[in-house]
């Protein structure tokens, strides 16, 4: 239910508006009453206190017609209500409304007063307001019995009812409206919150999630209006630049991947080329061959050839050489799925570096394979086992340039893993470089000159076969290799 920001603004600004002012204001009008009711209660014990005084003033004076006018004079005082002198059959005997004189409390306020237990005094309140009532009886004290009989019934009953002054009312009624206003407060707290929020956050992330659903899509020409100076501009600027990044790189991949796609398929012209003309070779080095056994067979029959005798060996070995580099190539220009399968990965290493031969003599490289282990089988793909080789030795070339050498060596790291190392004297890796040759497209090599996805592509057929490789590299002494195969017993 909750789980967009504007959901979750709309619940905790509702609360802190609620806590923040309806909380002061509850607390603020319910003291606003508390004093309301303690003043009225005050104003009923000091106006029923000298009623009392007065009253009792002018019985000990034996002046009965005085108490009606204190009665009229005390019932115009704002805050007091009426009052009224009643006996215990509710005939009204003294009021401060003249016109109820003689008349019955069940006439004229048949729920005001009951007749019943008014030996006790007791108040009440008529209104929330602070409108309170007192009802109390007149004890027939010994002094009274002077003139009123000897009894211990009350001479009558005294009942007053004060209100509220019309300052105090208006007063009251202010801090009812309090209520009112505070609710008036909280709206337009929450209205002006809310405004303040949809325009400068809401709209914006709106905005911002469209923009970022677009660019997911594939849109990358969205631009945001950056119109502000405050934070979410910052961010749209941000969001900007990130995207004319994006277009820029997607911009340079396309243009890269062009380029590898008219790469690959001048390779893939180059390989058919390469396989045709190792056919074509192989066929004239076999009519050389097929010549050269027949002078090695006629030496013995015409002594005439013995002084050629070592140049036909030359020949015949120079042929094979041709022979195996012919075939080497016709097997490497192959396409083929991988095929995994038990394979001498000495004779892999062998035949890679034989197909390297021409380019490293070229240079002046030597490249030397020293191994001693036993048994070297292992299960691969042989063509992509060559592959890595091929690569590896030609990364190892382009790093010595010219006269160096490279040494590839095969060695039982212990019972079930065999490594192969390629280490050559070149220029080194940076360190701060190590971590990248791994990534798609990195080259230190000049522009044109590499791809660099030779290594990316060495690593991703490590992974596949579950080969282990890593790299140690000096700057100025050269680089190692090192291939961990699981050993096949």
Known sequence: MFKTIRSKFILTSVLFIIISTGIPVYILVHQFRENFNQRSRLMLNTTTNLLRYELYNAMMQGDKKNIQEIVSTLGRLESVTYIRIFNERGVIKYTSKTSEVGKELSEIAPDHIKLKNLNEASVRLINKEGAYSITEPIINEQKCQSCH?????????????????????????????????????????????????????????????????????????????????????????????????????KEQIDELHFEQLQRADRLTTLGELTSQIA?????????????????????SNKPKLEPYSEDLKTILDQTNKISTITKNLLRHSKQ????????????????????????????????????????????????????IMTNLILNAADAISNDGTIEVELKSANDSILTVSIEDNGSGIEPENIDKIFSPFYTSKLHGEGTGLGLYIVQNICKSHGIGINCRSKVGSGTTFNLDFKKES
């Open 279 to 299: 056919h074509e070779v192989n066929n004239h080095t076999a009519v050389i061959m097929s010549r050269a056994d027949y002078l090695e067979m006629e030496m």
């Open 149 to 249: 009989e000897v009894s211990k019934n009350p001479i009558a009953f005294l009942n007053l009812e004060t209100d509220l002054t019309k300052a105090e009312t208006v007063f009251f009624t202010g801090a009812t409206h309090m209520i009112f206003l505070a609710g008036a407060v909280i709206l337009l707290l929450f209205i002006g919150l809310y405004f303040i929020f949809n325009s400068f956050i809401n709209k914006p992330l709106a905005g911002l999630n469209n923009a970022l659903k677009m660019v997911e899509g594939g849109n990358l020409d969205i631009n945001l209006p950056v119109k502000r100076n405050d934070e979410m501009g910052n961010v749209f600027m941000r969001f900007n630049l990130m995207v004319l990044k994006l277009r820029t790189s």
């Open 336 to 387: 083929s799925q991988s095929n995994r399968r038990k394979i001498d990965i000495k004779g892999t290493i062998s035949r890679s570096i034989i197909i390297l031969q021409p380019l490293l003599k070229k240079r002046n490289i030597k490249c030397s394979f020293n191994s001693e282990v036993k048994n070297s089988t292992v299960i691969a793909d042989d063509l992509q086992i060559e592959q």
